[in-house]
C-alpha cells in the first residue's frame, strides 16, 4: 500500500517569516503534486514535480522532488497571510492513482 | 468548460438512509477519482475509473459504499445504508492522461447523517 505522511500537520506563524513542508514515503512515485485548498473548496494544484531532484519555484513558493522520487519539500520565503490554507502532497503511479498526504494546515497571523 | 460539478453541495439524512452523490467530470477527461474527506483521515482515495471502468475500489470502506461510471460524462457513489461515521466531504475529481497531469476537483459534498 502506498502512503504518503506529510509533516508537520499544523504550522502557525508570524508573518514574515520562512516555513518547510515534508511529504515523505517508502514508494517510488512517478510524480509528486502540490495542492492548496482553501475553506468550503476542492484542492486547486499547485506544482508537479517528475524529475528525482527537480526544484521548481513558484514566486515566494520552492518546491523540490527527493532523489529517489520518494519524498518532495515545500518551502516558502517570508510568509504572508494569503498563504495561509491547507497544503497537500499527492503522488502519482503510471497507473493512474493519485493518493494524498494528510495535509499541513497553515496559519500565517499579520 | 464549467468544471467538475458535484451534486448536492450539502446534504444531511437519517441513519440508514440511501445517499447518492453525483459527479459530472470535464469533458474530455478518461480518469474520474472519488475522495473522502475528514480531520482525523485526510483525503482518502475510494475509487478511481479509467474510460467509465473501475480501476482500483480498494479504498472503498466496505460493502455499503459502491460507485458506478455508467458513461464518460457521469458517475455515482452510493451509500445504502448510511451511518453516522460516514460522514465528510466527499469529492470528486477527473483528469486527463496518466503523464503527471492535473486533477481538477469538484466543490464537494457535505455529508451528514445522524
Known amino acids: 500500500t502506498q502512503l504518503l505522511e506529510q509533516s508537520p500537520q499544523f504550522l502557525s506563524i508570524q508573518e514574515g517569516e520562512n516555513l518547510t513542508v515534508y511529504c515523505n514515503s517508502s514508494?517510488?512515485?512517478?510524480?509528486l503534486q502540490w495542492y492548496r485548498q482553501e475553506p468550503g473548496e476542492g484542492p486547486v494544484l499547485l506544482v508537479t514535480v517528475v524529475t528525482g531532484g527537480e526544484v521548481k519555484k513558484l514566486k515566494r513558493l520552492t518546491f523540490q522532488f527527493g532523489d529517489a522520487r520518494k519524498d518532495s519539500s515545500l518551502h516558502i520565503t517570508a510568509a504572508q497571510p494569503g498563504d495561509t490554507g491547507l497544503y497537500l502532497c499527492?503522488?502519482?503511479?503510471?497507473?493512474?492513482?493519485?493518493?494524498f498526504g494528510q495535509g499541513t494546515e497553515l496559519s500565517v497571523k499579520p | 468548460d464549467a468544471g467538475v460539478i458535484q451534486s448536492p453541495r450539502h446534504e444531511v439524512t437519517e441513519m440508514g438512509q440511501e445517499v447518492t452523490l453525483r459527479c459530472k467530470p470535464i469533458?474530455?477527461?478518461?480518469?474520474l477519482f472519488w475522495y473522502r474527506q475528514t480531520m482525523m483521515r485526510g483525503l482518502e482515495l475510494l475509487i478511481y475509473f479509467n474510460n467509465n471502468v473501475p480501476i482500483d475500489d480498494s479504498g472503498m470502506p466496505e460493502d455499503r459504499f459502491s460507485a458506478k461510471m455508467p458513461n464518460a460524462s457521469f458517475s455515482t457513489l452510493k451509500i445504502q445504508p448510511s451511518e453516522p461515521r460516514d460522514s465528510a466531504v466527499y469529492f470528486c475529481?477527473?483528469?486527463?492522461?496518466?503523464?503527471?497531469?492535473?486533477?481538477?476537483f469538484g466543490q464537494g459534498t457535505r455529508l451528514t447523517v445522524v
Open positions: 514508494s517510488v512515485f512517478s510524480s
Open positions: 469533458s474530455g477527461h478518461d480518469y
Open positions: 475529481a477527473s483528469s486527463f492522461g496518466t503523464r503527471n497531469t492535473e486533477a481538477f
Open positions: 499527492a503522488g502519482a503511479n503510471q497507473g493512474g492513482k493519485l493518493i
